[in-house]
């Protein structure tokens, strides 16, 4: 049983300050679970039109790919640097992008079989650095790629300086 409800018109809001210490992402976040190696373009849409609610990160088995999105909001008069981090550093492939008036950008393509070292942070999760101006609005997208195996993606926002001072403290007794 997928981790979902009724499809939804539009998703919470996660308002931002720029100090987040690990907030939970799933809760402001919609998908769509598919078999079809969709373009970032027409997966949106579809996202948009039949989007559920996700309620847990923990899909368990699954033969489809996810795409996910969450929207979020710059509360505060100055600009925020945040960090979504994704707490599953053996997915296959991640891709996020920032949803524009343009169209999609890419922020991340990433997976357990690229080199650390292109990685956007030295942290051993996947980490999706982006900055918002005062009182902007903001989604991203995400699609997982974790076919025919177990199938999580915890997401957690974080404050940029607030994640780079957790990895920093984890990694000094190695």
Request: net charge neutral; with cysteine; glycine share 6%.
């Amino acid at each position: 049983m997928l981790p979902c409800g009724a499809a939804i018109s539009q998703p919470d809001t996660l308002h931002l300050r720029g100090d987040e210490v690990k907030v939970d992402l799933i809760p402001f976040t919609w998908f769509i679970a598919t078999s079809e190696d969709l373009t970032p373009g027409v997966a949106w849409n579809r996202l948009q039109r039949s989007g559920k609610k996700l309620h847990s990160s923990a899909i368990g088995f699954s033969k489809d790919l996810y795409w996910v999105a969450a929207s979020v909001k710059n509360s505060s008069s100055s600009p925020v640097r945040n960090v979504v981090e994704i707490e599953n550093p053996q997915l296959d492939w991640v891709t996020a992008f920032r949803v524009t008036p343009e169209g999609l950008a890419t922020l991340l393509h990433s997976g357990d079989a690229l080199p650390f070292r292109n990685r956007h942070l030295a942290s051993r999760n996947y980490t999706v650095p982006f900055q918002l101006e005062p009182h902007q609005n903001c989604t991203l997208l995400f699609r997982f790629d974790k076919r025919n195996s177990s199938v999580s993606f915890p997401l957690y926002l974080w404050g940029y300086d607030q994640l780079y001072a957790k990895d920093y403290q984890s990694n000094l007794g190695f």
